[in-house]
């Protein structure tokens, strides 16, 4: 019998986790530093409020760096914390998990 999950690990990940888009972010930073609009450019169906909304989640969770260079124009790229780090194996999982998910669709 499955036990009651609420207030466990899993629900806490998913509180920080949870939505459409962090996960995702933070695949794309796995790679390293990236600015705003190469975010952008990468996930076309998110929106610039969204963006900046998830970005500012994940930093105040301490998952994201924000670097502002003193350049004209202004330069800012996020890249993720060591705790952010932390989220490789959850995204190597999910990427085998879409794969699977792909695979089993029909056609």
């Known amino acids: 019998m499955k036990s009651n999950i609420s207030g466990c690990s899993v629900e806490e990940a998913m509180r920080l986790l949870g939505g459409r888009w962090r996960l995702l972010i933070a695949s794309y930073l796995i790679d390293g530093p990236r600015r705003f609009n190469d975010l952008r450019r990468d996930m076309p ?9 998830d970005l500012r989640a994940l930093e105040e969770a301490g998952l994201v760096k924000r670097t502002v260079y003193p350049t004209a ?24 998990f879409g794969l699977w998910v792909k695979g089993k669709a029909p056609a």
Request: no cysteine; hydrophobic share 35%.
């Open 73 to 96: 124009p202004v330069k800012v790229e996020y890249e993720l914390t060591p705790d952010g780090e932390r989220l490789k194996p959850v995204v190597e999982v999910m990427k085998e």
């Open 45 to 53: 169906g998110i929106s610039q409020r969204s963006l900046t909304l």
